[in-house]
Every structure is written in structure tokens, then in C-alpha cells.
């Protein structure tokens, strides 16, 4: 008798106690002396698993989402950066960058599968306390929210008026109107406040009101699949006038002689920091997955995808638009868009771009709103199961955003900040210190090494770069 309700691991003693708790689902393990251990099913209440639940998620959808999170507004600036450093260098930096992200990305997976955490601020909590959970809170938001106020801008830039979409200028003097007033003619309902407010309703808020990343992986192979489009077309662009012996002359190395100092090579490294940085979304993505250690297979084969995507964007608008190459190429398409051949490229090119970055803002919001969540409701329920503070916290930052983009007029700057602070920190500073501390002591000599030697060439570059661009305001 005493074997038989033994049968499957479960004693009666064990049945008895699970009839008196009815609201959690326990898992009944018999332990070497016969009695029986409660281990709870569900995670603990601050765990992303319980907003995402595994076995969602495949590894085609999380490379989706991780280069999603990676090619955003950057990619535009790209051209610019090889201009500077030239072909050789600058894909020696950018390879050099990918090596680095995921060393730290690594880092980041080892210590949240030693420890407890599920976010990455509770990851630095683990380490550093409630001041390490801040700095990267703060990190975060400061990130991702100055991130989502650019790309409305530059929808608004690409849809209403074109100048120098990153440096707030027109280009030349000259007064470029957006696709719907080159359509349509100057009218109310397409100025700017209007147009991106229609965007902002009937694109990016059904986006940014679902609870799973895994929900945004369709949407998200489409925006690397506009990006795809876009390379297409400059390098179709870029063939074509090799061909005609039209295209502008290249160089391998940097121009030391005539218009580049040391000090410009650094200014490039933030652009291209941020255009690697998906440090913030790491938990989010890898929390739907079914298999944990699936998600450094999904970043290497992400990485290797925004490589290809950088260089052959920096490559063939290099090549095609040389030393006259703007600061966003966007500027060079509507330079040359005379005839009726290249204002079609030209308005799909911004077209094409805008809703890239539409399809971008929800992902990029989906790690802000969580860890403003995070700070503010640490005790509450898991915001993907409170449906009335999931919906209020998600339009009152959709409204946020939205009300910034349409009355600041300069985002370059600024956006070269970001890349030398806050995202440093998230991509290379913290993963490095959580390494040296250590306080599940599986660090290995070489990854102590290399948490120093990244933590200082982040600090180093990132001084040099906010140095020169302040110089060069001043």
C-alpha cells in the first residue's frame, strides 16, 4: 500500500499538502529520503518569464528582433563613417565593434544563467545593489526614449521637409518638401503635427500594445527586409554608375593629409557603438525563447547579418555619392533626384526608411517601457498580466515621445551623445564591471582581462569623441 501512493514520485503526505494550497500549481519531487519537495511552477513575480512564456519564441524570430533593435536610425549615417575612416578601417572597426558586443552579450548570458535575475537591471542589482539596478534604469530610459524621439523626427524630416535629417539644416539653403506635400501640396492636414501624429496612432500604437517581444517578430523581418530594399537600391545605384564610369573615387584609408585628423576617427565610433547596441532587449528576447542557450546562436547570426548590412550600405553609398556624401545619405538621394527616375528612388527611398523606423519604435520601446515599470511598480503584478497599467504606461509614453518629437529641432548632437554615454555603458561598461565583481565567481582569468581592457577602450574612445564633438561646436 505505502509503495503504491508512492507511484510517480508523489507520497500521500505529499497529495494531502498540495489539496491545502490551492493557488499555485506545485511540482512534486521525491527527495533520497522519501519525502517530498513543493517547488513552485511559476516563476517569481518580478520574472520577465512570466510576461513571456517559453517555447513562444523560435531563434529565426529572435534575430529578427535582435537586428531590428540594432538597425535603427544609424544606418543612414553609416556612409559618412566609412568616409572618414575609409573602406579598410572602417570595416576593421565595425568587425572589431561586433567582436566586442558579443563578448559583452556573453557575459551578460553567463552571469543571468549563474544567478537569479531575469532583467538586466536586476542582473546589476545582483552585483552592485539598488544603485546598480538604477544606473541602468536610467540608462535605459535615457537611451531608449531619446532613441524614440529621433526616429519621429526624422519621419517627420522624411515626410514633411527634407534638409540634413541629422544635422537639422537644409541642405544647401534649399527648401526640400516631404513625399506627402510633393503629392499632395502644402495643406493642413499633412504638416508635420498631423502627419506624424497619423503614424504615431494608426502604425506604432497597435505595435506597442502587444505584451510579447515574440509578437513583433513579423513585424520586425519586415523592417530588416526595408533595410535589405534600401541596400538594394544603392547598390544597384552604385553598379549601375560603375558601370557608366560615373562613380566618385574611394578611399582605402583616412584622408590625414587634407581633411581628417585622429580626433574624427573617434567621432565615428558612437555611431557605430549605437548601431550594435541591443544590450537592453538581451532578457526581453531571450526569456520566449524555449531553449535559453539558444540565444547566442541568434546573436552571432545577428551580428554577422548587421555586419553585412553596415558595410554594404557603407560600401556602395560610398561609392556612389564619394567625398560629397552628407551626414545622412538621404541627403544625396534628394540632391539627385532631376528626373522623374530619381525622384521615384528618392521618395521610395524615404518612404521605404520611414516605415523601417515605424516598425523599429516598437521594439525599442518594448525594454523602456519594461524597465520603467521596473522602477516605478517593483512590487506590483508582472506589467504584461495588469492590463490597465500595461495600456496606460504604453500611451502615456507613446504621448511623451510624441509631444518631444514635434518641438526639438536638432537630434545630431545629441544622438552622438547617446552613442558616448549611455549606450556605452549598456553595451561595454556594466557587462565589463558585472564580470570583475564577480559575485558568482565564475569568472575566468582571460574574462577579467577582457572586461578591463573593454571597460577602458569604452571610456577612452567615448572621452575623446564628446571632447572633439564639443570642440567642434565650439
Not at 520574472?47 to 538597425?71: D, H, W
Not at 527634407?162 to 492636414?189: A, K
Not at 526569456?287 to 547566442?296: A, I, T
Amino acid at each position: 500500500m505505502l509503495q503504491s501512493s508512492k507511484r510517480n514520485g508523489v507520497t500521500l503526505q505529499g497529495k494531502l499538502l498540495r489539496s491545502q494550497l490551492p493557488f499555485k500549481k506545485y511540482n512534486m519531487k521525491e527527495t533520497e529520503t522519501g519525502s517530498s519537495d513543493l517547488t513552485p511552477l511559476l516563476a517569481d513575480a518580478d520574472s520577465l518569464e512570466n510576461q513571456s512564456p517559453r517555447g513562444l519564441a523560435s531563434v529565426s524570430g529572435a534575430v529578427f528582433n535582435i537586428c531590428t533593435t540594432m538597425v535603427g536610425a544609424g544606418i543612414m549615417s553609416i556612409p559618412a563613417t566609412v568616409k572618414v575612416l575609409g573602406i579598410i578601417p572602417g570595416f576593421a572597426v565595425m568587425f572589431m565593434i561586433a567582436v566586442l558586443v558579443d563578448i559583452t552579450v556573453e557575459f551578460l548570458l553567463r552571469y543571468t544563467q549563474s544567478g537569479k535575475s531575469t532583467t538586466y537591471a536586476g542582473l546589476m542589482a545582483e552585483s552592485f545593489g539598488s544603485l546598480g539596478s538604477l544606473a541602468v534604469q536610467i540608462c535605459v530610459m535615457v537611451t531608449n526614449l531619446g532613441c524614440l524621439i529621433i526616429y519621429l523626427i526624422i519621419i517627420e524630416a522624411l515626410l514633411f521637409l527634407l534638409g540634413d535629417v541629422l544635422c537639422g539644416n537644409e541642405s544647401g539653403g534649399t527648401l526640400h518638401l516631404g513625399v506627402l506635400q510633393e503629392w499632395f501640396g502644402i495643406q493642413w492636414w499633412n504638416s508635420p503635427a498631423y502627419v506624424i501624429l497619423f503614424v504615431v496612432l494608426f502604425v506604432m500604437l497597435p505595435l506597442v500594445l502587444l505584451p510579447h517581444m515574440n509578437s513583433l517578430r513579423h513585424s520586425s523581418a519586415i523592417s530588416i527586409l526595408l533595410a535589405v530594399v534600401f541596400i538594394a537600391i544603392s547598390s544597384a545605384m552604385a553598379i549601375y554608375a560603375f558601370w557608366k564610369g560615373k562613380t566618385q573615387n574611394m578611399r582605402l584609408l583616412p584622408d590625414f593629409a587634407n581633411q581628417v585628423s585622429i580626433f574624427d576617427l573617434f567621432t565615428t565610433v558612437p555611431v557605430l557603438v549605437t548601431g550594435f547596441g541591443f544590450h537592453v532587449n538581451i532578457h526581453p528576447i531571450r526569456s520566449e525563447l524555449s531553449r535559453p542557450s539558444d540565444m547566442s546562436y541568434a546573436v552571432r547570426i545577428s551580428l554577422a547579418i548587421c555586419i553585412a548590412i553596415y558595410f554594404s550600405i557603407g560600401f556602395f553609398g560610398y561609392m556612389l555619392f564619394g567625398e560629397s556624401i552628407m551626414s545622412d545619405i538621404l541627403v544625396n538621394f534628394d540632391q539627385n533626384s532631376d528626373s522623374a527616375i530619381g525622384q521615384l528612388v528618392n521618395n521610395t527611398v524615404r518612404l521605404s526608411y520611414a516605415m523601417h523606423l515605424a516598425l523599429v519604435f516598437p521594439v525599442i520601446n518594448f525594454s523602456l517601457r519594461t524597465n520603467i515599470d521596473e522602477l516605478l511598480f517593483a512590487k506590483k503584478p508582472v506589467l504584461a498580466k495588469d492590463k490597465s497599467r500595461f495600456t496606460i504606461l504604453t500611451c502615456l509614453l507613446l504621448a511623451l515621445t510624441y509631444t518631444i518629437a514635434i518641438v526639438i529641432p536638432n537630434i545630431w548632437y545629441f544622438f552622438q551623445f547617446l552613442g558616448s554615454t549611455t549606450v556605452v555603458c549598456l553595451s561595454f561598461i556594466f557587462p565589463g564591471a558585472i564580470v570583475l565583481r564577480d559575485v558568482h565567481g565564475i569568472s575566468r582569468r582571460k574574462d577579467k582581462v577582457m572586461a578591463i581592457l573593454v571597460i577602458i577602450m569604452a571610456i577612452l574612445t567615448s572621452m575623446i569623441a564628446i571632447a572633439t564633438n564639443l570642440w567642434t561646436v565650439g
